[in-house]
């Protein structure tokens, strides 16, 4: 709260009128900057506006400069609020996408911008920086102040192989992979964003192992992205397991175990 900020004891007029406004504009969450942008010059008495309405518990505070009403908890949308260019992302994505039903510890929200993980209203955001070249294949869901940015469901796929420690378990990402229906040009353009082959090579053995004919294209492609070096399968793993030459994969967990995994249920 700003120094020297005047409390009053009951709402005024001009805080009763602020509030109508938000729902005049049907506004659950906002920023100062957007709200003064729309009201012009009225700056520091929206200042005191809102924290009258915070210290009445009518508002909450998100972090500087950043409010919703008190009972707005929609953790994807405040996500990406804390970041501008903010997208769900890993093992949330998952979880929207229906592909765990194992629900994620954090909220995990992917940006080009340096953030420090934080809990607000009780739910831990993990912040994942990513260069600016990998930032591509974001959807826009919900529906006007509702809405956020989310990674597209063959960018959440290449994402989380790309850094599987963020997707909820390996054997859960296998999993998801087999029960997705990802489109293989979207996913071969996810790939090439990511530009990681040793995970490129990964998802295109597991589709090949588990049949998927709807990835056939995505198959040629991966395994045009093979090079000479042999890369585990399991990237947490042990080094040991049998050698796939055509994939230059070490296969720390057995194709039979691998079927077992994608066959068991969740």
């Known amino acids: 709260m700003a120094g020297g900020t005047y409390i009053s004891e009951n709402l005024t007029r001009k805080q009763i009128d602020f509030m109508l406004l938000l729902d005049d504009r049907e506004l659950d969450i906002f920023t100062l900057a957007e709200i003064k942008k729309q009201l012009g010059n009225q700056v520091d008495e929206i200042n005191e506006l809102v924290e009258n309405l915070v210290d009445k518990g009518i508002l909450s505070r998100i972090e500087r400069g950043k409010y919703c009403r008190h009972n707005f908890r929609d953790e994807q949308v405040i996500g990406c609020y804390l970041v501008p260019d903010g997208a769900i992302a890993y093992w949330s994505a998952l979880h929207h996408y229906g592909l765990t039903e194992q629900f994620p510890n954090s ?32 959807r826009q869901e919900g529906h006007g102040n509702h809405s956020y940015r989310i990674t597209t469901l063959e960018k959440t796929l290449a994402d989380c192989f790309d850094l599987p420690h963020y997707s909820g378990g390996y054997a859960e ?31 295109g053995y597991l589709a090949e192992l ?4 709807d990835l056939r294209e995505f ?5 045009n992205q093979t090079n000479e070096r042999y890369s585990l399968f399991d990237p947490a793993g042990e080094e040991e397991g049998e050698f796939v030459s055509q994939w230059k994969l070490r296969l720390n967990i057995s194709a039979d175990d691998i079927l077992n995994i994608i066959n068991r249920p969740h």
Do not use: W
Not at 210 to 213: A, D, F, H
């Open 107 to 138: 909220v995990f929200v992917q940006t080009i911008k340096p953030k420090k993980d934080k809990t607000v209203f009780g739910a831990y955001y993990k912040f994942v920086q990513i260069a600016s070249s990998k930032r591509v294949e974001i």
């Open 173 to 203: 990402l296998l999993r998801a992979f087999l029960e997705a229906s990802p489109s293989s040009q979207k996913l071969i353009a996810a790939c090439g964003a990511i530009h990681n082959i040793a995970a490129t090579k990964r998802m």
């Open 210 to 213: 588990s049949g998927k004919e």
């Open 219 to 223: 198959v040629r492609y991966a395994r």
